[in-house]
């Protein structure tokens, strides 16, 4: 799957966590489809990124717990949330951030667009000008 990641990452309280925790929540955030949803096992998941069933369990749960650290407030600073019992869980802001970069994207490209367009109006305007 593909995920946009954004560089305010760096300044969240993920990057106090372990390397190993970090590069779970990476790989959950590559995971998940495009609503935010991991529809997995934990052996699935630790299957597929090569760490201890164990270890990626240990991850999730610390994932559920609240972050007194986040900048959010959105489910106490919460990273997941169970969808069943056994296994699946969802991105608690994963919505929030994907449609946060569309947006910018949309203003960049509006932004290049009208900057192209006065361009072309200026170079038209000097040679109109130049005759």
């Known amino acids: 799957m593909f995920v946009k990641v954004h560089e305010q990452i760096f300044s969240s309280s993920i990057m106090e966590e372990s390397v190993e925790t970090r590069y779970i929540w990476f790989c959950l955030l590559t995971l998940a489809d495009k609503e935010g949803f991991i529809d997995m096992t934990v052996p699935a998941i630790a299957r597929r990124i090569n760490i201890s069933d164990i ?8 994932f559920m717990l609240p972050d007194r650290s986040s900048r959010t407030a959105t489910a106490d600073g919460r990273r997941l949330e169970k969808v ?7 991105i608690i802001n994963y919505i929030h951030y994907r ?8 203003r960049e490209y509006m932004r290049n667009y009208m900057k192209d367009r006065r361009d072309v109006n200026k170079k038209a305007n000097t040679n109109v000008n130049c005759k």
């Open 55 to 62: 270890t990626v369990a240990s991850a999730i749960d610390k």
């Open 84 to 90: 069943r019992e056994s296994f699946g869980w969802k």
């Open 99 to 106: 449609d946060l970069r569309s947006e910018e994207s949309r």
